[in-house]
């Protein structure tokens, strides 16, 4: 199982981007799907979650401005980011929740990561 994260580069404050993430290989189902971000410096914190079921739940900081989506028939999860400040500069992470055909358990998956930099 893999994740292919895209979507990142260099965008003004104030400016939008889109980040997807997809997931390949066995799956039989991907549950809670995240999105992660780790800035220069400091620890990889929480941005954004959704549930098989579509339930989200976001980090304060980014509340009212990023919108976390999923399409589960593509197994692929989705970031919108607007309104984009420079403190919003990271390096994000998809992850998702993952049982593979054949398994019981679900294990943790991560993607490769994709830089976002909000400068003017």
């Known amino acids: 199982v893999q994740l292919q994260a895209s979507g990142g580069g260099l965008v003004q404050p104030g400016g939008s981007l889109r980040l997807s993430c997809e997931a390949s290989?066995?799956?039989?189902?991907?549950?809670?799907m995240n999105w992660y971000r780790q800035a220069p410096g400091k620890q990889r914190e929480l941005v954004a979650q959704?549930?098989?079921?579509?339930?989200?739940n976001y980090a304060g900081s980014v509340k009212g401005r990023f919108t976390i989506s999923r399409d589960n028939a593509k197994n692929t999860v989705y970031l919108q980011m607007n309104s984009l400040k420079p403190e919003d500069t990271a390096v994000y992470y998809c992850?998702?929740?993952?049982?593979?055909?054949?398994?019981?358990?679900?294990?943790?998956?991560w993607g490769q990561g994709t830089l976002v930099t909000v400068s003017s």
């Open positions: 992850n998702a929740d993952i049982v593979r055909h054949g398994f019981y358990l679900a294990h943790d998956y």
């Open positions: 290989g066995s799956i039989f189902k991907i549950n809670t």
């Open positions: 959704i549930t098989y079921g579509g339930s989200t």
